[in-house]
């Protein structure tokens, strides 16, 4: 039985088709290449209800991913993550049917997991020895702890003031790590010099190899299956280099080719920090790609992305769609985050926090309305950030008594 039925890969600008099973890149124009299958072998071999009798990972889908054989997985479970009611804060948003996708509940504490199951998988099946990446964080971490699953090489590179628990989290599987006095695009030039001189090694930047993009559209795939095969009217995503948001675009392409879903696509919102919104100012002005933000810098470090290898993708998603993109400050962003903890017992990432703020303006204008079904991506765990929140709460001696009446909280 036929495991995937990758049938070749495509350039995302031009067209241009290319062999799927050699370690690829980007295309001869330097976008990123595309994934691409025989979608209608796939509505003949298999059906929504035998995807629902398999096991509860991101590899139940593995007909539209890369993968050829079962035996080249390397998986720590990733996947099928909840989509949590989340009555609370719907309430107070004026949005009652919203829902949160929790992607801090996967292996390594954030979203990326996805991109590195499929991404360190294929490139092991392909005979890659080392993977090399710039990141601000959470997908180095990713990338470096499967990759020592697989028992590949790691060669990651972040700015200096990424979130040190993902740095910890390179250390402790072992990756060559490097603090870089500047931005990930700065990162990223060290690290496609070091792979030149490397045998052995690939180049696993952001859409710089087509896989990642595979991993992370299975966010799509399980948002329509766990809602009974049907989409959404909204879904709300934190855009940084926005390889979740195209992938999700993706996914819905792939599922309506294969009959799984019918009707209109939902609106795609690309969330972003007024501190980096390159991705809303171009959407802002009709261009069909982003110029580099100037000065770029928020406290929600995994969308600190100043232009976007995928920018012209992301853009394509979300006006196809009859979507938006939009920026919040991070005084909102904090606020959102701290909000839903305290209203649903969620403590979530800013970037996904990013999402809730921006619904609160997207209500109070009208463009989401109360009949709306909106679906919230949170792409990691709170946890990860913990500077996110500062503790302020009386420090009792041993002999003090806590106050009979009043709540100390930590803010």
Not at 175 to 194: F, H, S, T
Not at 282 to 289: D, L, N, R, Y
Not at 312 to 318: N, T
Not at 373 to 389: F, Q, S
Request: proline share 5%.
């Amino acid at each position: 039985m036929t495991f995937s039925f990758l049938s070749h890969l495509e350039c995302s600008r031009t067209g241009d088709r290319y062999e799927a099973d050699q370690v690829a890149g980007t295309s001869a124009a330097g976008a990123p290449l595309l994934a691409r299958y025989d979608l209608e072998r796939v509505r003949e071999t298999v059906t929504r209800e035998d995807i629902a009798a398999r096991e509860p990972s991101l590899w139940r889908y593995h007909e539209v991913l890369p993968v050829r054989s079962r035996d080249n997985i390397v998986s720590l479970g990733e996947g099928l993550t909840p989509l949590l009611p989340l009555p609370n804060q719907g309430k107070q948003s004026g949005v009652p049917k919203l829902l949160m996708k929790d992607e801090g509940l996967v292996p390594t504490g954030s979203f990326k997991a996805r991109g590195a199951a499929v991404g360190v998988s294929r490139a092991a099946e392909l005979g890659v020895r080392g993977v090399a990446m710039p990141t601000n964080g959470n997908a180095g971490a990713a990338w470096a702890l499967y990759a020592a699953r697989a028992g590949m090489d790691s060669l990651i590179a972040m700015p200096d003031d990424a979130p040190a628990i993902t740095m910890k989290e390179c250390l402790a599987a072992g990756a060559e790590l490097y603090r870089v006095d500047g931005l990930i695009g700065d990162a990223g030039k060290l690290v496609g010099a070091a792979v030149a001189e490397r045998q052995g090694y690939q180049d696993v930047s952001t859409l710089k190899e087509p896989y990642r993009l595979e991993g992370k559209k299975t966010m799509g795939y399980e948002i329509v299956e766990q809602l009974g095969w049907r989409v959404p009217d909204v879904i709300l995503y934190p855009t940084g280099g926005g390889v979740g948001i195209i992938g999700i675009y993706k996914a819905l392409l792939e599922m309506r080719e294969l009959g799984w879903i019918s009707g209109d696509l939902p609106r795609l919102v690309a969330v972003q920090a007024t501190g980096c919104a390159p991705i809303v100012e171009a959407f802002k002005s009709g261009a069909t790609e982003s110029t580099l933000f100037p000065d770029a810098h928020t406290v929600a470090f995994g969308i600190t992305v100043p232009k976007a290898l995928g920018d012209f993708l992301v853009l394509d998603a979300v006006r196809a769609t009859e979507g938006t993109a939009i920026a919040v400050t991070d005084d909102e962003l904090l606020a959102a985050q701290r909000r839903l903890a305290a209203l649903e017992g969620a403590f979530i990432c800013p970037e996904g926090a990013a999402c809730f703020a921006a619904l609160d303006q997207l209500r109070e204008s009208g463009w989401v309305s109360e009949d709306d079904e909106v679906v919230v991506l949170n792409t990691g765990a709170g946890i990860k950030y913990p500077e996110t929140v500062e503790v302020d709460a009386p420090l009792l001696a041993k002999t003090d008594a806590i106050p009979a009446r009043g709540v100390l909280r930590a803010r």
